[in-house]
């Protein structure tokens, strides 16, 4: 028997999203502060399970499951090299995060990525803006690069001090979740510009499909402490 849930959307969003003509509710779950000395299966069991049904979706942050899997490093940890430095003053910032616009989350992307894959990227970047184009650099260095966070005044102590790298194996992590679960999970990477499904347990909904019902980013950015959150037909 699935608990009750509160039916309520966080602060300033919408419970209900509407994606080629289906009504879908997004509910938020709240959790304890996650970190490395969490399981994730254990997290999702404990929060989400018993408030789930047949038909329903699990999605997570991929902050939450990179902490787990000590993939958040405290700044004070990450030595730039010059090269980081020079790059991340070209990186333009965004309402949704400052991404590699720092040193520290620009070197983590030259060790996570490559030297030379980011440097090719940013060569692409600047062809880019000549032609108007935006965005060529992230498609170029990939989601590895793209999913790095870089702390903001609204994250949660004590991640407001951490640079947080995208999760190790998204997919067969989604899948592993899944099994614990009993439910299909997916892990995504959402802001307040847009949705990236970094892995899904399953091929329906398409990829394409949850990025639109999360499009809105109905978690939000801040100490709401709703890393995951359950998508349902309303």
Not at 76 to 85: F, G, Y
Request: hydrophobic residues 40%; charged residues 20%; neutral net charge.
């Amino acid at each position: 028997m699935s608990e009750e849930l509160n039916l309520t959307a966080n602060p300033g969003k919408n419970l209900v999203r509407t994606v080629d003509g289906v009504d879908y509710q997004r509910i938020p779950v709240k959790t304890h502060l996650i970190t490395d000395k969490d399981d994730m299966a254990d997290v999702v069991v404990k929060y989400a399970k018993d408030k789930m049904v047949d038909g329903d979706i699990l999605f997570i942050s991929e902050k939450a499951v990179a902490c787990t899997q000590s993939r958040a490093i405290p700044m004070e940890n990450i030595k730039p090299r010059k090269l980081a430095v020079t790059l991340s003053r070209y990186v333009t910032k965004t309402p949704a995060g400052i991404g590699l616009g720092i040193p520290e989350t620009m070197e983590m992307a030259l060790q996570e990525c490559g030297t030379l894959r980011i440097l090719f990227a940013a060569f692409c970047s600047v062809i880019g803006k000549l032609l108007g184009k935006k965005g060529w650099f992230y498609i170029v260095a990939g989601p590895k690069a793209r999913g790095i966070d870089g702390p903001t005044a609204g994250t949660i102590p004590p991640y407001d001090h951490y640079v947080v790298l995208t999760p190790a194996d998204p997919m067969g992590t989604s899948r592993r979740l899944a099994q614990a679960l009993g439910h299909p999970v997916a892990i995504v990477d959402i802001n307040d510009i847009g949705a990236n499904i970094l892995g899904f347990s399953q091929k329906e909904p398409t990829l394409n499909q949850l990025a639109k019902i999360l499009g809105d980013n109905p978690l939000g950015q801040g100490e709401e402490s709703t890393p995951m959150g359950i998508i349902r037909k309303a």
